[in-house]
């Protein structure tokens, strides 16, 4: 069960919840649901609970990504979902960037009414099979060829797990980039304080009444901390026995799966 006593789960108005590793494992095939979240999620709703996926899901659009949850049983809609392509796209256009894009090829249909001619930042998602040494050496090119480089990386997770085993992230290569070309990149996705903020407003839960419940220790648990929320480590997708030694991020709580955070928070309306 979970540690540390229950004080963590009162006065919650709502719930900001990571995806992959929460409530399924992405993989071949779309990926498989883990057990008891989608009911979970149905619980949630049912409660009057205010419910929003906080995602670095850079590998689909948003459409589509609902699409798949749908489709794995979760009662999810698009405005649900807050995810870093739709933010990166109101980036750009508020700062006139022209991106070009090493992002995997099912996201960049989000990017179709973004001007990418002349590109002048690069923007860097989960490209998976993407990542080739001559895509990320052209996205160096125009970023080293820049009198002021801007590089705009949708998350920065180190790995995530898929149901064949652990997978890098755009982190990986994001550092890659910022080390070969001397710049620092703007992260929108988790863990960026702003990201976390859009979420929240969409939530529309002040971040003392707002949980969140991520498996990535740094990214979900620490970045919500940051921003004054309780957040939750789940023992499922990503997490690792060595996370509960980590010597800065200390989450609110342990628990096994979603289901069992539910249940507790479910239990202290």
């Given at each position: ?91 750009l ?21 973004i ?38 990386s ?50 529309g839960?002040p ?27 789940v ?8 996370d ?6 200390k ?19």
């Open positions: 069960m979970a540690e540390r006593g229950r004080g963590w789960a009162r006065a919650v108005r709502g719930l900001l919840l990571d995806v992959s590793g929460v409530l399924y494992d992405s993989g071949a095939g779309g990926g498989v649901p883990i057990a008891g979240s989608a009911e979970a999620v149905r619980r949630i709703k049912a409660s009057g609970l205010k419910l929003q996926l906080c995602t670095n899901e850079t590998q689909a659009t948003r459409e589509n990504f609902v699409r798949k949850l749908r489709a794995m049983g979760f009662d999810i809609s698009a405005a649900q979902v807050t995810a870093p392509a739709p933010a990166a796209c109101r980036l256009r508020e700062r006139g960037l022209r991106p070009h894009l090493l992002v995997h090829d099912d996201l960049v249909p989000e990017f179709a009414e001007n990418k001619t002349n590109p002048n930042c690069v923007v860097l998602g989960d490209a998976a099979e993407n990542f080739t040494y001559a895509n990320l050496n052209e996205a160096f090119r125009l970023l080293i060829g820049m009198e002021k480089p801007v590089l705009i949708l998350g920065k997770g180190r790995y995530y797990k898929e149901t064949d085993g652990l997978k890098l992230d755009v982190g990986a290569y994001m550092k890659a980039l910022e080390y070969a070309c001397d710049v620092q990149a703007e992260v929108v996705g988790k863990p960026a304080k702003t990201f976390f903020e859009s979420a929240l407003a969409e939530l839960v971040p003392e009444q707002a949980i969140m419940i991520g498996d990535d220790i740094v990214n979900d648990v620490g970045g919500a901390q940051q921003c004054g929320m309780r957040a939750l480590q023992r499922t997708g990503k997490y690792r026995p060595s509960e030694n980590h010597p800065e991020v989450p609110d709580a342990y628990v096994n799966n979603l289901a069992e955070a539910v249940d507790i928070i479910l239990q202290e309306l």
